[in-house]
């Protein structure tokens, strides 16, 4: 089974940083984009930032700046480096791929991690 793990949230106060890691793993024949999305009760999710297999990046405003997303080929894996961190930048953070997989047969579509929660207190 193809899966995306995220790990690395947790509670920090306004001004502080934390770096948000997801793996993909499981029958992967490549990945094309790789993003992280966030959402808050009784809000839709929205988009954080967003990186393709060719190295172009594309972040929300809200978080330009302040955030840096990046891929480790290697290893399938995305990070997210978060500094300046605010308190509406809490939400649970949702790791994104567009993966070409075996599930049995050859597909491509949109996986999604489980999600980590990022809580930034003032």
């Known amino acids: 089974q193809v899966q995306l793990v995220e790990s690395g949230g947790g509670l920090v106060q306004a001004g502080g940083s934390l770096r948000l890691s997801c793996a993909a793993s499981g029958s992967i024949v490549s990945i094309n984009t790789m993003g992280w999305y966030r959402q808050t009760p009784g809000k839709q999710r929205e988009l954080v930032a967003t990186?393709?297999?060719?190295?172009?990046?594309n972040y929300a405003d809200p978080v330009k700046g302040r955030f840096t997303i990046s891929r480790d080929y290697a290893k399938n894996t995305v990070y997210l480096q978060m500094f300046s961190l605010k308190p509406e930048d809490t939400a649970v953070y949702y790791c994104?791929?567009?993966?070409?997989?075996?599930?049995?047969?050859?597909?491509?579509?949109?996986?999604w991690g489980q999600g980590t929660q990022v809580t930034v207190s003032s």
């Open positions: 990186t393709t297999s060719g190295g172009s990046t």
């Open positions: 994104n791929a567009r993966m070409l997989v075996i599930t049995p047969t050859l597909l491509e579509r949109d996986y």
